[in-house]
């Protein structure tokens, strides 16, 4: 089993920054996609916010260029959110998610953090 922990969520000002950490910790072989997806007030869906890969690949929607900055560190087996310049619509709950593999031989299983709720408001 794997877990997945979350931190870093406040209330912080329209304009301000925040920095997400998530922290992968358990049966670990080895992480390919760990990435950031967040949960508006009211939608249903949770929408990708930053894609990370083992060989340092970065991915981001096109909505999410220029704010947000992810980062990772594979030794720790933790990312990174970096968050700035931040809205009252990314009001969210942020996730973490990641692929993991428990020894060589078994396939990538799917894991979801708890989620730290960011407020922008001032």
């Known amino acids: 089993q794997v877990q997945l922990v979350e931190s870093g969520g406040g209330l912080v000002q329209p304009g301000g920054s925040l920095r997400l950490s998530c922290a992968a910790s358990?049966?670990?072989?080895?992480?390919?996609?760990m990435d950031w997806y967040r949960q508006a007030p009211g939608k249903q869906q949770r929408e990708l916010v930053a894609?990370?890969?083992?060989?340092?690949?970065?991915e981001y929607p096109d909505s999410m260029k220029g704010r947000f900055t992810i980062s990772r560190d594979n030794a720790q087996n933790t990312i990174y959110l970096q968050m700035n310049g931040l809205k009252p619509e990314d009001t969210a709950v942020y996730y973490c998610?990641?692929?993991?593999?428990?020894?060589?031989?078994?396939?990538?299983?799917?894991?979801w953090g708890q989620g730290t709720r960011v407020t922008v408001s001032s």
């Open positions: 998610y990641a692929d993991v593999k428990h020894s060589r031989q078994l396939a990538f299983v799917p894991y």
């Open positions: 358990g049966s670990i072989f080895s992480i390919n996609s």
């Open positions: 894609r990370s890969t083992a060989d340092g690949t970065t």
